[in-house]
């Protein structure tokens, strides 16, 4: 968007982007219009910040009902998104409202339960388009359908490269994982998939009768995503044979950080 070279557009210009496949068009509403979807602003803030209640949340400063007239009440909420950014705390307050009762056109009258809950996701989401989130629709320029490809092409390019990393990422472990299945493949013998043999190997430790069963298992899963289950699964076989083979979980966790 505009402005990309001030650094106090950084943040923005970096939130500013939304993904066409979360957004919805608004209803219920005298005007028409998209929004972006809530639950995806709240992964997004996630992904930017860090876990809810750690890296940013939300409070509800103040909400309650006005009356309008005899037919018509509405909720309303004052919220406030904080947010940690340079190891600061900021803050955002936005408001957001929703009718509760009201008679439609035909005479009927309508009761929104839901209305306290949406009050507080509309303000949330307000709140969050002044930090940059979902900047271009609050901006307007989502209206240009070229924007939109553009928006588009741009979230398809990060899904490619996101799953490209993740296959870069499991060769990686792959590569790393020591050759044990050379004496196999020296006799004809075709090695089978990894998931599969982590299901053998977990009867095989369910029904173990000697330590060594054990130690096999927690060598050959060693390095791999499985080498946590397979070491609970070890050592709970081993406290019910009275055995002290298996290293414990924390122990585990602690050789796979000094190895990464």
Known sequence: MTNSNNTNMDLWNSLCITDPKKVKPITGK??????????????????TFGPCGQGWGIEIVQQG?????AETMMHYA???????????????????????MY???????????????????????????????????????????KYQEMAAAHYNEQ??????????????????QPNR?????????????????????????????????????????????YEIGISNACRARADQMGWNTAPPINQVQQQNQMQH
């Open 30 to 47: 005298s005007y028409k219009g998209s929004s972006p979807q809530p639950y995806w602003l709240v992964q997004r803030a996630t992904e």
């Open 65 to 69: 009902f006005q009356q309008c007239n």
């Open 78 to 100: 004052t919220v406030r998104v904080w947010y940690m950014q340079d190891g600061k705390k900021c803050s955002v307050e936005h408001m957001g409202g929703t009718m509760a």
């Open 103 to 145: 008679k439609t056109s035909s005479g009927k009258m309508i009761y929104d339960e839901d209305a306290p809950k949406k009050s507080v996701t509309d303000a949330m989401v307000k709140a969050l388009s002044f930090i940059g989130f979902a900047g271009d629709i609050f901006s307007g320029i989502w209206d240009d359908w």
């Open 159 to 176: 899904k490619q490269q996101s799953s490209q990393n993740q296959n870069n990422q499991q060769n990686s472990r792959q590569a790393q």
């Open 181 to 225: 299945n050379q004496n196999n493949q020296a006799n004809g013998q075709q090695q089978k998939p990894l998931a599969q043999r982590f299901n053998d190997a977990l009867l095989a430790i369910k029904d173990a009768k000697k330590p060594q069963t054990l130690d096999k298992a927690i060598n050959t899963f060693k390095g791999t995503q």
